[in-house]
């Protein structure tokens, strides 16, 4: 028997996986990037900000939020049936910064989430991702009642590199993080396939 086109098993693609970063200063927006674009039940570590911590915790431009990531957030989403990211979202707060090694192994990339209100919290993140050489992009969060500026403005301010991609994104909108999360990995094998051309040469 002859079995047409049509009636022929299609072959299983194995996925790629990819690891992705998600970092930011407290209270930026990380720990919803994640739950907005995670296609499974985000693993979230989040605990009640207390009376203790009110000493170091600086919540300027965010004096709503009462919870706080003290671990990491993680959740995945298939970008294509064989592509698929896993975001890890790191931890704000500086007292929890040693866990950025661990949760940065073999990572592709970064998100560096960015809130226009407290745009120095976000130069840790930048400073962490220049100097191990891992490609990241800047999402500005676009705050309700923050101020808007152009992006290339912003990219001035972060004194950022022209080849580090700069977006403007809701944390809430799927498409929007989507987008965001595009352009890492599209730049990170960018950067990938430049250092592969000047080995070569």
């Not at 989403?77 to 073999?106: C, H, K, N, S």
């Not at 970064?110 to 891992?134: K, P």
């Not at 992009?137 to 309700?144: L, Q």
Request: glycine share 8%; aromatic share 8%.
């Amino acid at each position: 028997m002859v079995f047409g086109r049509s009636s022929r098993k299609k072959r299983l693609v194995e996925p790629v996986t990819l690891k992705i970063l998600v970092a930011g200063g407290f209270g930026v927006g990380k720990t919803t990037l994640v739950g907005a674009v995670s296609e499974i039940r985000p693993l979230r570590t989040e605990e009640a900000l207390t009376e203790a911590g009110r000493p170091v915790d600086d919540l300027e431009g965010v004096e709503n939020k009462n919870t706080t990531t003290v671990a990491m957030d993680f959740g995945r989403i298939t970008l294509r049936e064989d592509l698929v990211l896993y975001l890890f979202g790191t931890p704000g707060q500086d007292r929890f910064w040693f866990l950025w090694d661990e949760l940065a192994q073999g990572a592709l990339g970064a998100v560096v989430l960015a809130d226009t209100r407290r745009l120095e919290d976000c130069f840790a993140g930048i400073d962490y991702f220049e100097r191990r050489g891992i490609p990241f992009a800047v999402a500005v969060n676009c705050f309700e009642g923050a101020d808007r500026y152009p992006p290339e403005t912003v990219r001035a301010a972060l004194d950022l590199d022209e080849g580090v991609p700069l977006l403007l994104c809701d944390a809430r909108d799927r498409e929007a993080v989507k987008a965001v999360l595009i352009a890492v990995v599209e730049h990170a094998l960018a950067r990938s396939a430049d250092r592969r051309q000047t080995a070569s040469t």
